[in-house]
């Protein structure tokens, strides 16, 4: 009922930055949250930023003050602000929103966008 198109990966340089964007479309009702993913091969799916309802939001200590993430409810479309890229940020981003149901919550996800950071 949701669908998530996530945009804006790029090649980057250390020390550079990159804005991704979401656009989320269908049945845009009930989002208890929503939040930034990553991906590197070999390694498990780890969280980098999640925003509530409400407005909180959450950083893990690896992007603490370099990520941001915020929404802007009129477009339907949720953002990453990446700053002070290194290396190890290298991964594929995914979004991700939790939308309530009758009985339960319901996981919606994007294909994913490349982010590269390398000399």
């Known amino acids: 009922q949701v669908q998530l198109v996530e945009s804006g990966g790029a090649l980057v340089q250390p020390g550079g930055s990159l804005r991704l964007s979401c656009a989320a479309s269908?049945?845009?009702?009930?989002?208890?949250?929503m939040a930034w993913y990553r991906q590197a091969p070999g390694k498990p799916r780890e969280l980098v930023a999640r925003?509530?309802?409400?407005?909180?939001?959450f950083y893990p200590d690896s992007v603490k003050g370099r990520f941001t993430i915020s929404r802007d409810n009129a477009k339907s479309t949720v953002y990453l602000q990446m700053n002070s890229l290194n290396p190890e940020d290298t991964a594929v981003y995914y979004c991700n929103v939790v939308q309530g149901g009758a009985f339960a919550y319901t996981n919606y996800w994007g294909q994913g966008t490349q982010v590269t950071v390398s000399s």
């Open positions: 925003i509530a309802s409400g407005g909180s939001t």
């Open positions: 269908g049945s845009i009702r009930s989002i208890y949250a």
